[in-house]
């Protein structure tokens, strides 16, 4: 079953919520979960929402299942229970977990429909991921598929499928074929959005429910401005 938006406000825009888990649209550069910059994470965000809407006395559990890289929007799962973390750690782990996201890229792939296969090999100096086409020391292997589901005036719209989630994985291997992402500056696009945010995201994420073993396909809108609009007109 599908999810829409059932509650927002000025930071939070939750897609789906009860006593086990929490999903929400993260906007780009919101960070999910707290680093060495300082800045408010996502996750501190969703507890203080669930503190006030509970009236919770003391802390509040939240369990981070998964990340987005901090210029990047959509889709964020957090556990509200120690069971529903063990659960769904187990289900991403185990990839039974499916996702698929948005990129706007100038370059049309050719062809316009493939899956790719690289070797990523990770900088952590740089905070940067190489895609090689054969295996390489260090390297671990990435695959998705990608298809051009929209032209724009002047861009397109791919949807990709991703198999195993290797850091920057799409960023990097969109780049290996020539197509970086619109405002992806470290991975080669000529110029950035001017929020900063690179225009990648999570659009779509399939599982089965921690506790209640049913279905859940929840999808989640892109950022609201016109490039975005174009591609959900």
């Known amino acids: 079953m599908k999810h829409k938006i059932i509650s927002t406000s000025e930071n939070l825009q939750i897609l789906y919520e009860d006593n086990h888990l929490i999903v929400v649209n993260k906007r780009p550069g919101d960070i999910v979960q707290g680093d060495k910059t300082g800045d408010t994470p996502l996750s501190e965000l969703v507890k203080e929402y669930l503190k006030i809407k509970y009236n919770k006395p003391g802390s509040v559990f939240l369990g981070v299942v998964h990340r987005l890289d901090r210029p990047t929007s959509g889709i964020v799962v957090f556990a509200r229970t120690s069971k529903a973390l063990t659960r ?35 900088n952590t100096k740089q905070n940067k991921s190489y895609a090689h086409k054969k295996e390489v020391s260090n390297a671990k292997k990435a695959i998705l598929s ?33 197509s970086p992402i619109k405002g992806d500056l470290k991975y080669g696009y000529d110029r950035s959005n001017p929020d900063g945010s690179i225009c990648l995201h999570a659009r779509l994420l399939t599982l089965q429910h921690p506790v209640k073993k049913e279905p859940l396909s929840i999808t989640a809108n892109p950022p609201d401005n016109s490039i975005w609009n174009a591609c959900i007109q």
Do not use: C
Request: charged content about 30%.
């Open 88 to 122: 769904l750690n187990k289900s991403f782990l185990e990839k039974e977990v499916k996702k698929k996201y948005w990129a706007i890229v100038k370059t049309v792939p050719n062809p316009s429909e493939d899956t790719l296969t690289h070797w990523m090999v990770r």
């Open 146 to 178: 990608y298809k051009l589901i929209k032209r724009l005036e002047r861009y397109a719209l791919l949807e990709i499928d991703l198999m195993t989630g290797r850091h920057h994985q799409i960023r990097s291997q969109l780049t290996a074929i020539n």
